[in-house]
């Protein structure tokens, strides 16, 4: 699996494993290339949390030797992100793993790590159960990030990961059910408002909270409740709604 064409240079995948059997899957998306801790460490602070919160839980932390905002680069082939995540770690994840049923594999993060959770969702609504974003980034209507225009490699790739349109795109496809918990306040209100606005506004389903107000990086102050919501966006799911399969 890891001699897929989609394998990335300089990336690795660390996972936090359950003393429970899994019963799901949580990749923990990066906001910072590498190994960066300037925001913290995912899997740290995950540990932190209460063992309600991680029991039977696979906390999967992949990181990509560039700004990892998880998009395929318009005209280069080792630069693709996306199809790395979703066609070499997820599947490789799975496969070490080993369970009989294939758990639910939700996605999680913060600032660029949101933006990424809330494309990855609406773009594969079938690989991916639910998103729980905190201070997701680009839900307001300004310009992007130079990073994110270097690692697209185009405008026209670039339109393709806008995150507002991929929801306004996918809406259909996003089912009835809810799968998506949009956390704030941090740094980013513009965007926890507008994308609250947009999500009611295209009527997808989802649940918005503002009541995690935290330091823009890798806290137990956000986590603790955005993993709460994932919970119950995956109990909803489990009860006959929209549940999706690889």
């Given at each position: 699996m890891l001699?897929?064409?989609?394998q990335?240079?300089g990336?690795?995948?660390?996972?936090?494993?359950p003393?429970?059997?899994?019963r799901?899957?949580?990749?923990?998306?990066?906001?910072?290339?590498?190994?960066?801790?300037?925001y913290?460490?995912s899997?740290?602070?995950?540990?932190?949390?209460?063992?309600?919160?991680?029991?039977a839980?696979?906390f999967?932390?992949?990181?990509?030797?560039?700004?990892?905002?998880?998009?395929?680069?318009?005209?280069?082939?080792?630069?693709?992100?996306?199809?790395h995540?979703?066609?070499?770690?997820?599947?490789?994840?799975?496969a070490?793993?080993?369970?009989?049923?294939r758990?639910?594999?939700h996605?999680?993060g913060f600032?660029?790590?949101?933006?990424?959770?809330l494309?990855?969702?609406?773009?594969?609504?079938h690989?991916?159960?639910?998103?729980?974003?905190?201070d997701a980034?680009l839900?307001?209507d300004?310009?992007?990030h130079?990073?994110l225009?270097?690692?697209a490699?185009?405008?026209?790739?670039?339109?393709e990961?806008?995150v507002?349109q991929?929801l306004?795109?996918h809406?259909q496809a996003?089912?009835?059910?809810?799968?998506i918990?949009?956390?704030?306040?941090?740094t980013?209100?513009?965007?926890?408002i507008?994308g609250?606005q947009l999500?009611?506004?295209?009527?997808?389903?989802?649940h918005?909270?503002?009541?995690?107000?935290?330091?823009h990086?890798?806290?137990?102050?956000w986590?603790?409740?955005?993993?709460r919501?994932?919970?119950?966006?995956?109990?909803?799911?489990?009860?006959?709604q929209?549940?999706?399969?690889?």
């Amino acid at each position: 699996m890891l001699d897929s064409p989609f394998q990335q240079p300089g990336t690795q995948v660390t996972v936090l494993l359950p003393d429970q059997p899994v019963r799901r899957i949580v990749l923990a998306l990066p906001v910072e290339k590498g190994d960066g801790r300037k925001y913290g460490h995912s899997l740290t602070e995950i540990a932190r949390l209460p063992a309600q919160l991680r029991d039977a839980t696979a906390f999967v932390a992949p990181t990509f030797r560039e700004s990892p905002w998880l998009v395929n680069h318009a005209t280069q082939a080792d630069r693709r992100q996306e199809d790395h995540l979703v066609r070499v770690v997820v599947p490789t994840v799975l496969a070490a793993l080993g369970t009989q049923a294939r758990p639910p594999v939700h996605l999680l993060g913060f600032s660029k790590g949101g933006f990424a959770a809330l494309n990855l969702l609406t773009r594969h609504p079938h690989g991916f159960a639910a998103a729980s974003v905190w201070d997701a980034s680009l839900l307001s209507d300004r310009p992007p990030h130079p990073q994110l225009v270097d690692v697209a490699g185009s405008t026209a790739r670039l339109d393709e990961y806008d995150v507002r349109q991929n929801l306004r795109r996918h809406t259909q496809a996003l089912g009835t059910a809810r799968r998506i918990a949009l956390g704030g306040i941090g740094t980013l209100e513009a965007d926890w408002i507008a994308g609250h606005q947009l999500l009611e506004t295209l009527r997808i389903p989802h649940h918005a909270y503002r009541n995690a107000p935290a330091d823009h990086r890798w806290d137990t102050a956000w986590l603790a409740p955005a993993m709460r919501h994932l919970l119950d966006l995956e109990a909803g799911l489990h009860h006959g709604q929209d549940h999706p399969q690889a």
